[in-house]
DNA sequence: CCTGTATGTCATCCC
DNA sequence: CGGGGATGACATACA
C-alpha cells in the first residue's frame, strides 16, 4: 500500500515538477486554499498540508523558462528525497524535557503550498513560509499524524505543518518553503523584547535587504573575483535540483532562525565540510569565525560545538537575539516580499546550482517540538532560517544578478554566528565530551539515587509525621500561650490532687511546645494512665514521645534506647524513679509537688508560695526547681526544634541534589541530541557538497568552497575567504550582544 | 572501659 | 528588672 501510494504521489509530483519547469504553471494554490481541501486533497493527496518543493522554486525562478527539463536530475531527486527522510528522522528531536517535532515544510518560490488544515496539531512555523499554493506542484506535507500521504511528501522534501488559515497572501508569496523551528520560534517571542539588537545586526550584516546584501557579497567576492550566484556554472543544472533539496534538508536539520540578516550573514557549512578534502592550512583560512581560534575548521568536535552552541542558543532562553532577528521578521519583509518575486526570476540566469538551490525550496524544519507548534504560524514563519523568504529573496536578488549558482545557508550562518556562534566552541565543546557528560549524569543519578531510594523516601514519610512540628519559632509561642492557659485553668479547678497535677503537666507540655497536637493528646493520654507521679509522667511522655518520633526519624532509629527504664516496675518503687529535684523537695518538706512548682503560671505559684511559710532555703530550692524544669522543658524544645532543622536542612539538600542530577540529566541527553543533529547536518553537507559540480563537471575543492546558509534559507555555494569573512563578522556580533 | 545517645542542668542571651 | 524562652556547653545515665 505504501509503496503504491508512495509511487503515485512522486509521480504525481514529478509530473508537476515537470510542468512547472516547461513553464507550465499550475496553480492548483488558487483552488488549493483552506476553503477547498479537496481539490488540493486531489491533486496534492489527501491532507497534505503545505508542501513546497524546491521544483517551484526553479519553476519559479526561471519562471518557466530557461530550465531545461534535462536539468531535472530524477536521480538527484531521489537522492534529495533520500536526504530528506534522513533530515526527517530529525524530525523528532528529543530534548531532555521537551520534545522536538521538526517539520519540513517545503516550499515554493511562487507560492508555497500553505497548509490548508488549520486543524492539525501543527501550527505554521513560517508565516511567510506556508502558504498559499501558487502551484499544482507543491508538495505538501501533512501532519505527521498522516501518514500515508505524508509520507510521500516527505520523500519530496516538502513538508509542511498544517497552517493556520491566518496565513496571509503576503506571508504566502514571502513565504515559501521554509525551515521552521518552532523552538527558536518560541524564544522568539520570549524576546520579542530584544528586537532592536537583531535590528541593529541586520544593518550590520544586511544592510537594507538581505537580498541585496548577499547579492552584494556574492558579487562582491573580490578576492576570488567570482561572483558567486552567478559564476556558478549551469551545466550542474543536473544536480541543480538535487542540491536544491538536499540543501533544503540541510537547512531544515539545522534549527536556524530566519532573518533577513542571515542572508549577509555567512556562516559556514564549510565547517561542516570533512576536513580529509581540505588542507589543514586553508582550512584555517577558510574556517568560519566559529571554528577559528580553536580547532581546525573540520574538526568534527569544532562543527558540533557550533552546532550545538547554535542550538543551545536557541533552546536556552539566553540568546534573545537571534530569536528575535527570526521572529521579528514581518511578513512584509523584503526578503519575504522579495520572495513572491523570485517566481518570475528567469532561471537561465540562475540556472546553476545555486538556484537550484534551496532558494525554492525552503523546508520548514521544525525541530522542537509541541510548544512550538503552538506557536503562531505567522510567529514561527520567522524564526525559520529555511523558511520561504529566503528562497524568495534569494532568488530575486540573484536571479537578476547572475548569483545563481549560490547556496546559501542562511539559517546555519546567521544563527550561529549571530547568536550561538560564538558560544559554541566553549561551552559546549566542553559538555560535548559525550564520555564526560555520561559521567556526570551517571554521578548525578548515583547522587540522586542513592536519596531517593535509601534516604529520601524515608526523610519524605518522616518529614509528613513531623509535620506536627514546626521550625517556626512562631509556632511554639502561640502554643505555649494556649497551653499556659490551659494548665493554669486545669491547676485551678484541681487542686493539688496527682491527677490533676499530672494533667496539667501535661497541658503544659503540649503548650511547651513543640510537640503537636495529637502529641499532647497522646501524652495526655498517657499519662493520665500512669497515673499521678509526675516524674514518672514525664518520663513517661518522653519515652512515649521519643519512641514515636524516633520510628518515623530512621535516623533515630538504630537509637535504641529505652527510656521507659526511668519506670519502675510498680508503683511502688517510685522514690527510686524520683529525679534529683524530687529527691531534694522531699528532703527539704517541700508541701507541693514539684510539679505544680514548675508548671504553675507565675500567679498561681506566687500565691501557693505564699500559702506556705517557708524557708529561705525551701524557697530557694523551690525556685531553682522551677527554674530546672522550665529549662528543661525547654532544653527538650530546643532539642527537637534543632533536629526538625536538621532533617528539613537535610531534606533541602536532598531535594536540591535531586533537582540538579535531574537537570543534568537533561542537559546531557539535550547535548547529544544535538550531537546527532550535528553529524546528521555535516553527513548531509558532505553529500550535497561532493555532488556539486562545476561548469567542467569537476567537483568543488572543500578547501576554496563552502556551502553556506543565507539567513533566507537559501544555500550558496561561496569561496572559504568569503565564507571566513562573514562567519568572523557574524562571530563578533553575538559576543558583543551577551556582553 | 569506651563510645554514642538521651537527658538534665547551668550559664547566658534575649524578649 | 524579673520571668521565662532559647540555646550552647557540660554532666550524667545508660546501652
Not at 535531574?662 to 539535550?670: G, I, S
Request: aromatic share 6%; glycine share 6%; with cysteine.
Amino acid at each position: 500500500m505504501l509503496s503504491l501510494k508512495k509511487y503515485l504521489t512522486e509521480g504525481l509530483l514529478q509530473f508537476t515538477i515537470l510542468l512547472s519547469l516547461i513553464g507550465v504553471r499550475v496553480d492548483v494554490d488558487t483552488y488549493l486554499t483552506s476553503q477547498l481541501p479537496p481539490l488540493r486533497e486531489i491533486i496534492l493527496g489527501p491532507s497534505s498540508a503545505y508542501t513546497q518543493t524546491q521544483f517551484h522554486n526553479l519553476r519559479n525562478t526561471l519562471d518557466g523558462y530557461g530550465i531545461h527539463p534535462k536539468s531535472i536530475d530524477l536521480d538527484n531527486y531521489f537522492t534529495a528525497r533520500r536526504l530528506l527522510s534522513q533530515v526527517r528522522a530529525l524530525d523528532r528531536f528529543q530534548v531532555p524535557t521537551t520534545e522536538v517535532n521538526a517539520w519540513l515544510v517545503h516550499r515554493d518560490p511562487e507560492g508555497s503550498v500553505s497548509g490548508s488544515q488549520p486543524s492539525s496539531g501543527l501550527a505554521l512555523e513560517s508565516s511567510s513560509g506556508l502558504q498559499d499554493v501558487t502551484g499544482p506542484d507543491n508538495g505538501v506535507r501533512e501532519s505527521e499524524t498522516e501518514q500515508g500521504f505524508s509520507e510521500d511528501l516527505e520523500d519530496l522534501g516538502a513538508v509542511a505543518p498544517p497552517v493556520s488559515g491566518d496565513l496571509t497572501k503576503e506571508d504566502i508569496d514571502l513565504g515559501a518553503g521554509r525551515e521552521i523551528f518552532d523552538y527558536s520560534h518560541r524564544q522568539k517571542e520570549q524576546d520579542v523584547d530584544k528586537e532592536p539588537q537583531d535590528g541593529v545586526e541586520q544593518e550590520d550584516t544586511w544592510p537594507g535587504e538581505g537580498e541585496e546584501v548577499l547579492a552584494r557579497n556574492l558579487l562582491v567576492d573580490g578576492e576570488t573575483g567570482e561572483s558567486f550566484p552567478a559564476q556558478v556554472p549551469g551545466g550542474e543544472n543536473q544536480t541543480a535540483l538535487s542540491l536544491e533539496l538536499c540543501l533544503r534538508l540541510l537547512e531544515s536539520t539545522c534549527p536556524f532562525g530566519e532573518n533577513a540578516e542571515f542572508p549577509a550573514d555567512i556562516s559556514s557549512l564549510t565547517e561542516a565540510v570533512p576536513s580529509e578534502s581540505e588542507p589543514p592550512g586553508l582550512q584555517n583560512n577558510l574556517l568560519s569565525p566559529l571554528l577559528t581560534g580553536t580547532e581546525s575548521p573540520f574538526d568534527l568536535e569544532q562543527q558540533w560545538q557550533d552546532l550545538m552552541s547554535i542550538m543551545e542558543m536557541q533552546a536556552m532562553e539566553v540568546n534573545t537575539s537571534t530569536n528575535e532577528i527570526l521572529y521579528n521578521n514581518p511578513p512584509g519583509d523584503p526578503l519575504s516580499t522579495n520572495y513572491s518575486l523570485a517566481p518570475n526570476t528567469p532561471i537561465n540566469q540562475n540556472v546553476s546550482l545555486h538556484q537550484a538551490s534551496l532558494g525554492g525550496c525552503s523546508q520548514d524544519f521544525s525541530l522542537f517540538s509541541p510548544e512550538v507548534e503552538s506557536l503562531p504560524a505567522a510567529s514561527s514563519s520567522t524564526l525559520l532560517p529555511l523558511g520561504p523568504s529566503n528562497s524568495t529573496s534569494l532568488n530575486p536578488t540573484f536571479g537578476p544578478t547572475n548569483l545563481s549558482g549560490l547556496f546559501f545557508p542562511p539559517q546555519l550562518n546567521g544563527t550561529a554566528n549571530d547568536t550561538a556562534g560564538p558560544e559554541l566552541p566553549d561551552p559546549l565543546g566542553g559538555l560535548l565530551d559525550e564520555a564526560m557528560l555520561d559521567e556526570i549524569s551517571l554521578m548525578d543519578l548515583a547522587i540522586e539515587e542513592g536519596f531517593n531510594s535509601v534516604q529520601a523516601s524515608q526523610l519524605k514519610e518522616e518529614f509528613d509525621s513531623d509535620s506536627g512540628l514546626s521550625l517556626d519559632s512562631s509556632h511554639s509561642p502561640s502554643s505555649l500561650s494556649s497551653s499556659e492557659g490551659s494548665s493554669s485553668s486545669s491547676s485551678s479547678s484541681s487542686s493539688s490532687s496527682a491527677s490533676s497535677s499530672a494533667s496539667s503537666s501535661f497541658s503544659e507540655e503540649g503548650a511547651v511546645g513543640y510537640s503537636s497536637d495529637s502529641e499532647t493528646l497522646d501524652l495526655e493520654e498517657v499519662e493520665g494512665a500512669v497515673g499521678y507521679q509526675p516524674e514518672y509522667s514525664k518520663f513517661c511522655r518522653m519515652s512515649y514521645q521519643d519512641p514515636s518520633q524516633l520510628s518515623c526519624l530512621p535516623y533515630l532509629e538504630h537509637v535504641g534506647h529505652n527510656h521507659t527504664y526511668n519506670m519502675a516496675p510498680s508503683a511502688l518503687d517510685s522514690d527510686k524513679q524520683m529525679s534529683r529535684d524530687e529527691h531534694r523537695a522531699r528532703a527539704m518538706k517541700i508541701p507541693f509537688t514539684n510539679d505544680k512548682i514548675i508548671n504553675l503560671p507565675v500567679e498561681e505559684f506566687n500565691e501557693l508560695l505564699s500559702k506556705y511559710q517557708l524557708s529561705e532555703a525551701q524557697l530557694s530550692l523551690i525556685r531553682d526547681i522551677r527554674r530546672r524544669g522550665k529549662n528543661k522543658m525547654a532544653a527538650q524544645n530546643c532539642r527537637k526544634r534543632k533536629l526538625d532543622t536538621i532533617l528539613n536542612l537535610k531534606r533541602d539538600v536532598e531535594d536540591l541534589q535531586r533537582d540538579k542530577a535531574r537537570l543534568l540529566r537533561e542537559k546531557v541527553e539535550f547535548l547529544r541530541s544535538l550531537r546527532q543533529m550535528k553529524q546528521k547536518v555535516q553527513s548531509l553537507y558532505q553529500e550535497v557538497f561532493g555532488r556539486l559540480r562545476d561548469e567542467n563537471g569537476q567537483p568543488y575543492s572543500p578547501s576554496q568552497y563552502a556551502l553556506q546558509y543565507a539567513g533566507d534559507g537559501s544555500v550558496l555555494l561561496i569561496p572559504r575567504t568569503l565564507a571566513d569573512q562573514q562567519a568572523r563578522r557574524q562571530e563578533r556580533k553575538p559576543k558583543d550582544r551577551r556582553k
